[in-house]
């Protein structure tokens, strides 16, 4: 099993930043991407990046391309999601979610575990 745990979510005006970070323990040793996703009240959960374990490639959706970074510390236990430029549209609970298949996925179907997510909140 693997557990993921969330923080850095917050409130905060519009064209700011925050950085999210999950940390990972168990056994992690399964564990081949990692993904941030978001769900905003009344929607589906939304993919906004990932990164694989293997090559430290990263993905992201299109809305975020040049706002949000994806990146790991050394272990790759420890996953981040920096957040710069912050718009309205952007509040939504954000979950940190691991997959033992390695290809990219922005399918909540292909994570297999899953945090307890945390708030991001952008005011205008």
């Known amino acids: 099993q693997v557990q993921l745990v969330e923080s850095g979510g917050g409130s905060v005006q519009a064209g700011g930043s925050l950085r999210l970070s999950c940390a990972a323990s168990?056994?992690?040793?399964?564990?081949?991407?990692m993904g941030w996703f978001r769900q905003a009240p009344g929607k589906g959960r939304e993919g906004v990046a990932t990164?694989?374990?293997?090559?430290?490639?990263?993905y992201y959706t299109d809305s975020v391309k040049g706002r949000f970074t994806i990146s790991r510390d050394r272990t790759g236990n420890t996953v981040y999601l920096q957040m710069n430029a912050l718009k309205p549209e952007d509040t939504a609970m954000y979950y940190c979610?691991?997959?033992?298949?390695?290809?990219?996925?922005?399918?909540?179907?292909?994570?297999?575990?899953w945090g307890q997510g945390t708030q991001v909140t952008i005011s205008s």
């Open positions: 979610a691991a997959a033992r298949w390695p290809g990219n996925s922005f399918n909540p179907r292909a994570y297999d575990y």
């Open positions: 168990g056994y992690t040793g399964n564990i081949n991407r």
């Open positions: 990164i694989l374990s293997a090559t430290g490639n990263t």
